[in-house]
């Protein structure tokens, strides 16, 4: 029912409402994983508002449009751009959300072609990546470099969620993170290397190396020092701190401060 409901203002409250109810239910059920749910709240309540008016936001591993659709719900003038792999879900995508400039492929490196696997049962997982989940379905599907999909493109923010695929995507897209410098929220939940190859060490070095730093989000709208790539590394393990990290460039690191206080209600003047 709540895939329906995306993108629609019933679907943006009953988001919000699942994962404040979760929070709640686990401070006293398994207040380990309080942290993890909270940032998670924290960051679909950042990653919502953070792009400016007027630009561009890109959605890469777009799955049912929850994110890209609460973009554009707070803010019509955001130019959305999305990526999706799952062909089934680009037919939904294509019919429910006319804004969205849709690209049908998967990204990583270098284009080509690849094997997409598939889980029919929790299809948020389909991954490059192979998993030991039984019952996955293998299709081939196009895979083409960030670079090219978005040659020229002045991308704000960006979002990416494609289970583990994550530092392939960044690779073919170094050309567009130093022309645009994009805000970047992404996941990563592993810290072994997968059969891709890559893994979150690894992951952070790109990222630092491309002069990002990383923030948790509940850490976004603070001044605390970047994480290094040992605390990010630790906030993999269990009970793990979160699952999604804003990558910020340095020069932008006081406006996107600023902009994550409005949106979470900070005081500036607080602790």
Same mark, same amino acid.
């Given at each position: 029912?709540? %895939?329906?409901?995306?993108?629609?203002?019933?679907?943006? $409250?009953?988001?919000?409402?699942?994962?404040?109810?979760?929070?709640?239910?686990?401070?006293?059920?398994?207040?380990?994983?309080?942290?993890?749910?909270?940032?998670?709240? &924290?960051?679909?309540?950042?990653?919502?508002?953070?792009?400016?008016?007027?630009?561009?936001?890109?959605?890469?591993?777009?799955?049912?449009?929850?994110?890209?659709?609460?973009?554009? !719900?707070?803010?019509?003038?955001?130019? &959305?751009?999305?990526?999706?792999?799952?062909?089934?879900?680009?037919?939904?995508?294509?019919?429910?959300?006319?804004?969205?400039?849709? !690209?049908?492929?998967?990204?990583?490196?270098?284009?080509?072609?690849?094997?997409?696997?598939? %889980?029919?049962?929790?299809?948020?997982? %389909?991954?490059?990546?192979?998993?030991?989940?039984?019952?996955?379905?293998?299709?081939?599907?196009?895979?083409?470099?960030?670079?090219?999909?978005?040659?020229?493109?002045?991308?704000?923010?960006?979002?990416?969620?494609?289970?583990?695929?994550?530092?392939? $995507?960044?690779?073919?897209?170094?050309?567009? &993170?130093?022309?645009?410098?994009?805000?970047?929220?992404?996941?990563?939940?592993?810290?072994?290397? %997968?059969?891709?190859?890559?893994?979150?060490?690894?992951?952070?070095?790109?990222?630092?190396? $491309?002069?990002?730093?990383?923030?948790?989000?509940?850490?976004?709208? !603070?001044?605390?020092?970047?994480?290094?790539?040992?605390?990010?590394?630790?906030?993999? !393990?269990?009970?793990?701190?979160?699952?999604?990290?804003?990558?910020?460039?340095?020069?932008?690191?006081?406006?996107?401060?600023?902009?994550?206080?409005? &949106?979470?209600?900070?005081?500036?003047?607080?602790?």
């Amino acid at each position: 029912m709540l %895939n329906r409901l995306v993108g629609t203002g019933a679907g943006q $409250a009953l988001l919000t409402l699942r994962g404040w109810t979760e929070l709640r239910a686990l401070s006293y059920t398994n207040p380990e994983k309080a942290a993890m749910v909270a940032n998670g709240v &924290i960051a679909d309540r950042l990653i919502a508002r953070l792009c400016p008016g007027g630009g561009v936001f890109v959605d890469v591993g777009a799955h049912v449009g929850s994110v890209f659709s609460t973009v554009h !719900h707070h803010d019509k003038s955001i130019r &959305i751009l999305a990526v999706e792999a799952d062909p089934d879900k680009v037919v939904s995508l294509r019919q429910r959300f006319s804004y969205c400039e849709l !690209h049908e492929c998967a990204v990583g490196e270098s284009p080509g072609e690849t094997t997409f696997y598939m %889980n029919p049962a929790k299809t948020g997982y %389909n991954s490059l990546a192979v998993s030991d989940a039984t019952g996955l379905v293998e299709r081939q599907v196009q895979v083409r470099r960030l670079d090219d999909l978005f040659d020229g493109v002045r991308v704000d923010v960006m979002k990416m969620d494609i289970e583990g695929a994550e530092l392939g $995507a960044l690779r073919g897209a170094a050309a567009l &993170i130093a022309r645009a410098a994009p805000v970047i929220m992404f996941e990563s939940a592993g810290l072994a290397v %997968n059969s891709l190859g890559y893994s979150a060490a690894a992951l952070w070095e790109w990222l630092a190396g $491309a002069g990002y730093q990383i923030c948790t989000p509940d850490r976004l709208a !603070h001044d605390a020092p970047p994480l290094s790539q040992d605390a990010f590394l630790d906030a993999h !393990h269990y009970p793990m701190r979160t699952h999604n990290f804003f990558a910020v460039p340095p020069e932008q690191r006081t406006r996107v401060r600023d902009r994550a206080r409005a &949106i979470l209600g900070v005081d500036a003047g607080g602790p």
